[in-house]
Nanobody
């Protein structure tokens, strides 16, 4: 059973940056693809970014492409989401997720989820 814990959220002004971290424990982290998703109030969970176990395959939502960067450090059992040029519409609860197979943009394909961390971008 994999446990995921996110950190790094907070309040930032538009144009600012945040780096989210996802700490994994309880399973073979290096075997899992990782994903970041977000959910704003009143909206469905939305795909943000995903990375394969090796880091060789990475995909982004069009809305964050060029601004966000997903990465991982398998030696530390960590995944990251660097968010630059933040916009008010990026405000949401951000969650990391893990799945046994390859990267996916679909939340239902993920086996494990963290509790999430709030990101608020003020205008």
């Amino acid at each position: 059973q994999v446990q995921l814990v996110e950190s790094g959220g907070g309040l930032v002004q538009a144009g600012g940056s945040l780096r989210l971290s996802c700490a994994a424990s309880g399973g073979p982290f290096g075997s899992y693809a990782m994903g970041w998703f977000r959910q704003a109030p009143g909206k469905e969970r939305e795909f943000v970014a995903t990375i394969s176990w090796s880091g060789g395959a990475i995909y982004y939502a069009d809305s964050v492409k060029g601004r966000f960067t997903i990465s991982r450090d398998n030696a530390k059992n960590m995944a990251y989401l660097q968010m630059n040029s933040l916009k008010p519409e990026d405000t949401a609860v951000y969650s990391c997720a893990a799945r046994i197979f390859g990267p996916s943009t679909t939340p239902l394909n993920y086996n494990y989820w963290g509790q999430g961390t709030q990101v608020t971008v003020s205008s």
